[in-house]
């Protein structure tokens, strides 16, 4: 069964266990790849999307410096991920969320396009 959070959450739960979420090693490089989803309007703390992690474990902090589709390059850190109403400080492959996103304002960040990047290192 999946359910969708009011943050936009998107996941696949038990009726015994709840919300799963993969927890899968790092990509060994650093590399991550999300899959946007739904892009907000912009508020003064960043740009809203709801995206899905499709390789890497996201962080808070991680750069993200390229639009996959186009190769065009971006300048944008994570400052928030949050899921069921929750920041977290990583999100797994497979993992949906709600991320704020910091960054020029002219971020060409679309719904349906894929944003490559690196993540930070743990804390």
């Known amino acids: 069964m999946s359910t969708v959070g009011q943050d936009g959450g998107v996941s696949a739960h038990s009726p015994r266990t709840g919300p799963a979420q993969l927890d899968a090693p790092a990509e060994p490089d650093g590399a991550v790849e999300l ?43 994570v400052t928030r991920i949050r899921r069921y109403d929750r920041d977290l400080p990583y999100l797994d492959p497979a993992a949906t969320a709600l991320l704020t996103l910091a960054g020029p304002p002219d971020a060409r960040v679309r719904s349906g396009t894929h944003l490559r990047g690196r993540s930070a290192p743990s804390a």
């Open 35 to 77: 899959e946007v989803h739904e892009v907000r309007p912009r508020e003064p703390a960043g740009l809203p999307v709801v995206v899905r992690c499709i390789s890497g474990r996201l962080r808070v902090g991680s750069p993200l410096h390229e639009i996959r589709e186009t190769a065009e390059p971006v300048d944008l850190v």
